[in-house]
């Protein structure tokens, strides 16, 4: 095989349109490209020309000997891909950008937020002449979590932000930094000044377990921690106690085994990173031996990718698989074969008495112990049954123990917030919209000029690539409304909107909110 992908898809979808003898899949005009965690290189139809590795942001497709010892299981992983799913007979069509006409009225869009989504919906917008676009965030440093929730050692995945920094750079693009959108700017002051707001917030907020407990100093959210140690404003000021011999992570999704591989992985191997220097120091001193990580349903049903468990079975750490796996046989799903394949190779491992992660499943907490702070956690063993609305849920039916522990990060995923001025969803936690238009409530009217992208828009589902296409489908709506005539003219320009912003946030210097960036390893930062 000459070339393999080695990590999950970035969406941008160039190496699918630069290889010329069809051979990367899915392609983004198949029905799978949305859900699947990577694109593969089918083995017996590349040519081995390069096209793709010169194509891909992100660097993520390697040739085959070049592969580490560690990402040598993506061989097979990309042959099995083939092999299961063939034929794949469709060229890529590349999806075109949406149309704008600009030729007797210039469109001028805020976005509201910097991550990923907000990138790519600025990117889709600027190909087209006549189309300005700022940027809002309130922190210092722009591209939310593709800077703030990605661990430090995924050096290939945070180059993400080499591609933000070239769409940042083109004509027409501006931003400002520490700016608040509800608190210094408001929603009707955009209205009154850009022809369309485009919302790309997120989801700031970690669902919560609901649990006796939870608000003891010593359970912390999974996500916070990962912010804690990538350096984000908010969190520079928390202290975690490290000086427990055990950790339980709740939940076992990507950001959970980022964790564990964080706290038991040699802090040596960090030091060139961008981690944060105090993260840094305090996992030099962290007397963590195990992490253990809980998962409420079965193997099948780990929530964690498989490039991400490729990369945590490359390192130096015991892997502890407890309870029994389902054989593997016909008919499964190419995903769930290989995530199967994958804790299998667990049971061939040496186990030589190094840091562990333990992976238990049918598990979940029942009560965070503790009088001050944690202590310890009660759970209890589950079973799956099939509820009234069809969906199999996972039901606690006998209690199975407690374990000690003084740290216990929760991993359950996140959940969108409500901002001022704007119509909220509380059940989804997203702002309600349809294909973007945002709605004066789910099922109601559109508001014209208002538009959601990413996690507020569809939930907190995907990876940073379905922000790509999630943004397309945004502003193929903005444009097809400006065009249409439908995006009331704003009252004000861009200067008289620039005087505003400085009378509620005089500290910002001349001429910009942030004037000058400087490049960290991987990111641009406030200076």
């Known amino acids: 095989m000459p070339y393999v992908v080695t990590q999950p898809c970035c969406g941008d979808a160039s190496c699918v349109y630069s290889c010329p003898v069809n051979c990367i899949h899915p392609t983004p005009d198949e029905p799978d490209f949305l859900t699947a965690e ?18 891909c942001p992100v660097d993520a497709i390697v040739p085959a000997t070049k592969l580490t010892e560690e990402q040598k299981p993506f061989i097979q992983i990309n042959a099995d891909f083939y092999r299961q799913i063939r034929p794949r007979p469709l060229m890529a069509r590349p999806v075109p950008a949406a149309r704008i006409h600009t030729e007797d009225m210039s469109l001028r869009v805020a976005i509201v937020g910097s991550g990923p989504a907000a990138m790519y919906a600025a990117d889709e917008l600027l190909t087209q002449p006549g189309v300005s676009v700022t940027v809002f965030d309130r922190l210092p440093t722009p591209y939310g979590l593709a800077r703030y929730g990605v661990a430090p050692d995924h050096v290939k995945t945070r180059e993400v932000g080499a591609l933000f920094d070239v769409i940042s750079a083109q004509p027409g693009f501006g931003w400002y ?5 509800g608190t210094h700017i408001s929603h009707s002051d955009l209205l009154g000044h850009f022809h ?13 377990l609901g649990i006796p407990g939870e608000e003891l100093p010593g359970a912390v959210s ?23 011999s055990r950790a339980v992570i709740i939940g076992n999704g990507n950001v959970a085994v980022d964790v564990a591989r964080i706290l038991t992985g040699d802090p040596t191997d960090l030091a060139d990173t961008d981690i944060a220097p105090y993260a840094l120091r305090a996992l030099r001193s962290s007397r963590i031996e195990e992490v253990v990580v809980l998962g409420r349903r079965g193997p099948l049903e780990s929530a964690f990718t498989i490039p991400e468990f490729v990369d945590l079975l490359g390192g130096d750490v015991d892997i502890v698989l407890e309870g029994e796996l389902p054989e593997l046989g016909p008919g499964l799903p190419f995903h769930l074969e290989q995530k199967l394949r994958l804790l299998h190779s667990i049971r061939t491992r ?6 562990r992660i333990v992976f238990r499943y049918s598990t979940v907490p029942t009560r965070i112990v503790g009088d001050d702070r944690v202590t310890g956690l009660d759970v209890a063993r589950t079973e799956l049954y099939s509820a009234p609305d069809g969906q199999v849920r996972a039901v606690a039916v006998e209690e199975s123990g407690r374990l000690t522990t003084g740290l216990v990060l929760t991993s359950v995923g996140y ?9 909220f969803d509380e059940h989804a936690a997203v702002i309600p919209n349809r294909e973007g238009r945002v709605l004066e409530r789910s099922g109601g009217e559109v508001l014209a000029g208002v538009y959601a992208v990413g996690w507020i828009k569809r939930g907190a589902s995907g990876f940073i690539g379905t922000n790509k296409s999630c943004a397309q489908e945004t502003v193929r709506q903005l444009a097809e409304d400006f065009n249409g005539g439908r995006l009331p003219e704003p009252v004000g320009g861009a200067a008289d909107f620039d005087r505003l912003v400085r009378s509620r946030r005089p500290e910002l210097r001349a001429g910009g909110a942030v004037t000058r960036l400087r490049r960290t390893r991987h990111f641009l930062t406030h200076t």
Not at 42 to 55: L, Y
Not at 223 to 229: K, M, Q, S
Request: hydrophobic content about 45%; aromatic content about 8%; some cysteine.
């Open 38 to 55: 990577m694109v593969y290189v089918d083995p017996e139809a590349c040519v081995d020309c390069g096209a793709c590795v010169t194509a």
């Open 177 to 181: 930094l520490n700016v608040e959108i």
């Open 196 to 208: 369309a707001v485009i919302y790309a917030v997120g989801a700031a907020a970690d669902r919560k």
């Open 222 to 244: 999974a996500t916070d921690f990962v912010a804690w140690y990538n350096g984000h404003p908010d969190y520079t000021d928390q202290v975690l106690d490290l000086s427990g």
């Open 350 to 355: 040496p186990v030589r008495g190094r840091k």
């Open 415 to 423: 959940r969108g917030v409500a901002l001022p001025g704007l119509p």
